[in-house]
């Protein structure tokens, strides 16, 4: 049963009514079960830690109505991942194999790693500040490092894709392999509601002028966006998505300028952009072992959902409105 069939919300409903003005946080949330598998329940806390990095991105893009519907599409897509992994691992307890010990602590190094941690205390330590625990933690990369093993035999299927097929989808598809031009921006808010609004607008709009270089810094300390622990970066986004308000402002902008205050219903924001991305047109002949690759892909993932399919047949999957 997927979620968005059955019109499971995710997200409480944004404020609503003609005088209401959006916000640019989705709006606060109690943690409930939003899901069951075979009885197993899924809670809103559990699909949170994977959701909020690709939220963040959503804020440059979005706002009010549109910002909340797609918060609430990523959140979805977690909860049929999530219930997808159940399945899985449910399946794999009937007949168990053997998940060695160091593969799990390669994995949980290679995540501290990844964030600059070199020491499993401190990763402990970095965990227990976001508000997570290492031991759910380990339980839930032992569950993924099971999830892989299990999808790796369904993927072993025999493939051969043609010359023909290859170009003919090239062919079609042309413009998906072009890449328009990307920007990376770094973003600041200062809400209607932030004490001392005002003085902080005029000082940021000082010091950013003067030391454009701050911005990340600035951005952890003032900024009541979703992204401020990460020095206010949105990573790459394609021009065409910016909000229109935000595109205006960087019209003229180049790379490692700052713009702003740049002010919007939910209060005001301060944009770098820290670097563009030109845009690169397709080449079928560099591109041709991407594609061949991406149609085998396509037939090993039909060998995956098929698998995924059967065991959703199976089981009983409750979504809570």
């Known amino acids: 049963m997927a979620a968005a069939a059955a019109g499971v ?3 409480a409903a944004p ?3 003609p005088e209401t003005e959006p916000t640019a946080a989705v709006p606060a949330e109690m943690d409930s079960i939003v899901a069951s598998v075979n009885g197993d329940p899924i809670s ?3 699909i949170l830690p994977e959701s909020r990095t690709e939220e963040m991105g959503l804020y440059a893009a979005y706002s009010g109505e549109e910002l909340f519907k797609a918060v609430q599409a990523v959140r ?3 909860l049929e991942e999530q219930i997808n992994r159940k399945l899985i691992v449910a399946d794999y307890e009937k007949d168990p194999f053997d998940i060695p010990a160091q593969y799990l602590e390669s994995a949980m190094d290679m995540m501290a790693v990844g964030s600059g941690i070199r020491t499993r205390s401190e990763f402990a330590r970095h965990l227990r500040a976001a508000g997570l625990d290492i031991t759910r933690l380990r339980l839930q990369v032992r569950e993924r490092l099971i999830v892989q093993a299990m999808l790796a035999r369904r993927r072993q299927v025999a493939i051969h894709v043609t010359p023909q097929e290859v170009f003919q989808y090239f062919e079609k598809n042309k413009e998906t392999f ?3 031009e990307q920007w990376e921006l770094g973003m600041i808010l200062i809400g209607r509601e932030a004490p001392g609004r005002e003085d902080t607008l005029k000082r940021l709009e000082t010091e950013l002028r003067e030391t454009p270089d701050h911005f990340a810094e600035l951005a952890e300390k003032h900024s009541s966006g979703p992204n401020a ?3 206010g970066s949105l990573g790459l986004l394609e021009k065409k998505r910016l909000r229109p308000e935000f595109a205006a402002a960087l019209k003229e902008a180049v790379p490692g300028q700052v713009v702003g205050p740049v002010t919007t219903g939910e209060g005001d924001y301060f944009l770098r952009l820290i670097r563009i991305v030109p845009a690169q047109e397709a080449d079928f002949l ?3 072992p991407e594609i061949r690759e991406k149609l085998e892909e396509a037939e090993r993932q039909k060998a995956v959902q098929s698998y995924c399919d059967r065991l959703r047949a199976e089981a009983v999957i409750r979504i809570y409105l």
């Open 76 to 78: 979805r897509k977690i």
């Open 229 to 231: 622990a990460n020095g």
């Open 44 to 46: 809103l806390s559990d």
């Open 9 to 11: 919300s995710l997200i």
């Open 15 to 17: 404020p609503s009514g």
């Open 286 to 288: 560099k591109l041709e």
């Open 178 to 180: 072009s890449r328009p």
